[in-house]
């Protein structure tokens, strides 16, 4: 299943400004590859940023019709990088919590405000913010090797991503909580049941069936599908911005916790 | 599975105005047969009409308990009538778009506010507005002959029926989408795991099996049925309402588009 | 199946002021048990407040970390205790639905606002509001011998505990329709199926595999889980009470109602 890092397209601009992302602009297709497989591709700050503006650059680009965001090597993505929370001072927790908010509050809004078809390639395990986020998808393909899991109350947090309000819509309260708030991790399949995942692809033929799909989609006339999501968005749009908003503040409240604290240390010695 | 045109009751009053559907009410059921089988009964600026009517006429009748809708013939509806957009003088664009815009507004509002339960019955395949239309039903039946499609962005158009609502809370937008925006034509079994169907019953039982139901659900108490429907609907009311109105504006859009009348034209000249 | 009333734990305080529940509370877990196995836990005016109250009890108690209800004897519960409309003089019909609105309403709003973690446990059949209540909890674990029955229209009545505004969500209005209009019982299979229910067990694993499961959760950071429940019900929590307040008021009407008075009359005659 390990991907190469995208070659950037003959129309990618100037994609190469950004570090931890591969991206390539062509036929159509705006492809974000995340970029740090030795991270398992672990959401440090620099990628937050450059996500947000990639995502940016795609809605603006008048010849995107879609985006697609997928992980370079065998992980999509491994969740926020807990290396965020290193080397700290102790006088220094509550400033770096609400610089941490800020940046997911934004990084999230970027979602939120995409007017574009978004399509999740999920071409391996996905961890915390990487799973929430998908609610925000409009199709997500995913392999079979691909796992879901948000361990936010292993480690004393709380859900983001607008995952609070959009995953008990998606499968109930009941299926959402046991993932949200005492983390379970489920398969592919799982979360094609609880309507996180479109459609489960065999890991050998995931690469080659979603191309097919993706090029097919990116073929169709562009305004139509813009204007296709716009309802839909335009409907909750407010509501998605509230909830982003709550979660933030909860969890800027959280990473200034006891329990937070005790739950990432044990987490840095368990590893260590 | 071919069904003849429903005899009109006796207690049906003056049902036989209408041109485009045969009506019967009988027993508390107002049975609404979409009848122009030789065009699949495609719904023409007519039947949009006349069907919005029949509604009125059910809400309004002290006895009738529930309604239902079929389609006359294999299929039950194959949706708007591209007919509607024939015969338009280039400077009449506008004013058709618009004029097509109210008549849909109009419709889609008769689903809103219809105070019954309202059973679909779909006997074939169903298209476009016949299928979004059905997220506002109470329960629908399906003969497994059945199939689902909206092909609105192979035709330059948009989602109607308050789906880009409904359905991403039926079935998740993950699979929303692939029906909504990117024309994938789903099964009766996979129209009834995204919960826009009710129960799929084999072709030749399909009759009989819905008909002693509706016998059954005809006989409950009156007003308990609709006081049971009348919360859900009141919390909804709004926002439907909203969401209609937002995905009319967006289609009389479309319809004046350089895309939607591109892609129709292909699809006379394919037809042609 | 059949368990017997548990043991008030040694930190339970005062929980033995309740008549129609065994409650314990130990190691951060707060148990409330449906006391009245002779009556198949059916829920009489007493049983409504106690049950309130130990919710209130247990959400401001800081060393609970979690709720749990289940049922003792066979039936998780068969509802509304029809005995409750028993006896009233024919001149005493309002003020006993308003009185028993008011009741319902207060008990609705006890769920509601309830901010930790709420387990439901169905070890057996539940019938009526225990059905429309389990959408109101986090978690929902069944028995494969439970069933789920909501007879509303067949006692002349309508739903209550939000279950309006969310089996639509849970399920799509197609399927909750059948349930909450049709009085169409369910097994524990396609509770989870239609999401109400999270798992379901082999009878003979239920009481050792839950059991564990809620023992895990208990360990958990308390204020996380909390917190993680937070944004969820706070984005719903106006619209919750909205369509408790509108559901109590129908059904206020509904026991004033022929319809309803005769349905409950032929029920007692039934039963002789």
Redesign the interface.
């Known amino acids: 299943g390990a991907e190469q890092p995208a070659e950037t397209g003959s129309q990618a601009g100037d994609s190469g400004k950004f570090e931890t992302l591969a991206v390539s602009n062509s036929d159509g297709v705006y492809k974000i590859m995340l970029n740090r497989p030795s991270k398992k591709n672990a959401i440090n700050y620099q990628m937050y940023e450059e996500w947000g503006q990639a995502l940016k650059e795609a809605a603006e680009d008048k010849n995107v019709v879609l985006a697609v965001v997928t992980g370079s090597g065998d992980y999509y993505c491994s969740g926020n990088d807990l290396g965020n929370f290193a080397n700290i001072p102790p006088d220094g927790v509550k400033a770096m919590a609400e610089e941490g908010g800020r940046i997911l509050e934004r990084f999230i809004s970027a979602f939120i405000e995409f007017p574009k078809?978004l399509i999740g390639l999920i071409n391996g395990p996905a961890v915390g913010v990487s799973v929430t986020t998908?609610?925000l998808?409009?199709?997500?393909y995913a392999t079979d090797r691909a796992t879901f899991q948000t361990p936010?109350?292993?480690l004393?947090?709380?859900?983001e991503g607008c995952s609070?309000?959009i995953f008990?819509?998606?499968?109930?309260?009941?299926?959402?909580?046991?993932i949200?708030?005492?983390?379970k991790k489920i398969t592919a399949v799982e979360a094609c049941e609880r309507?996180?995942?479109?459609?489960v692809f065999p890991d050998h033929a995931f690469k080659s069936e979603t191309e097919t799909?993706i090029q097919q989609?990116a073929k169709?006339?562009?305004?139509?599908?813009q204007?296709?999501?716009?309802?839909?968005r335009?409907?909750e749009r407010e509501?998605l911005h509230?909830?982003n908003k709550?979660?933030c503040k909860?969890l800027v409240?959280?990473w200034q916790?006891e329990?937070?604290f005790q739950?990432i240390m044990n987490f840095f010695s368990r590893k260590g």
């Open positions: 078809p998908l609610g998808f409009d199709v997500v936010f109350s292993n004393g947090q709380s859900p609070s309000y008990p819509k998606l499968m109930g309260a009941a299926k959402a909580s046991e949200l708030l005492f983390n309507n996180l995942v479109t459609e799909r989609y169709l006339p562009k305004m139509s599908l204007m296709s999501k716009y309802p839909t335009e409907m509501m509230k909830v709550l979660e909860v409240e959280r916790s329990e937070c739950a």
